[in-house]
């Protein structure tokens, strides 16, 4: 089993900084993709930011030059700092861990999800 534990986030004023974390602990082989998703009321969850083993990262044009992702793999850990927050960044965040699970001779991979965290920046 593979969990996945966020942390951080909280209300901020426009133009304030938060960083979140999402830790993923269980019993798996690595990880290959981590991200970091959004959910504004009323709208479907949209990717923020993703990054993978090697540290190739991607973001969605809204928070680019704003937000930025990280990662550790020794603590399996991936980090998103998110500076000159808007109102429109209002949401609740989630992080995603594509787990690979091997068994034998059988390689799988698994997509984990975070338990979200609200995100709130007042104008």
């Known amino acids: 089993q593979v969990q996945l534990v966020q942390s951080g986030g909280g209300s901020v004023q426009a133009g304030g900084s938060l960083r979140l974390s999402c830790a993923a602990s269980g019993r798996f082989s690595s990880i290959d993709v981590m991200g970091w998703y959004r959910q504004a009321p009323g709208k479907q969850r949209e990717l923020v930011a993703r990054i993978i083993s090697g540290g190739s990262t991607n973001y969605a044009d809204s928070v680019k030059g704003r937000f930025t992702i990280s990662r550790d793999n020794a603590k399996n850990t991936a980090y998103l700092q998110m500076n000159s927050l808007k109102p429109e960044d209002t949401a609740v965040y989630y992080c995603?861990?594509?787990?690979?699970?091997?068994?034998?001779?059988?390689?799988?991979?698994?997509?984990?999800w975070g338990q979200g965290t609200q995100v709130t920046v007042s104008s």
């Open positions: 995603s861990a594509d787990v690979v699970v091997i068994v034998t001779t059988i390689v799988e991979e698994w997509t984990y």
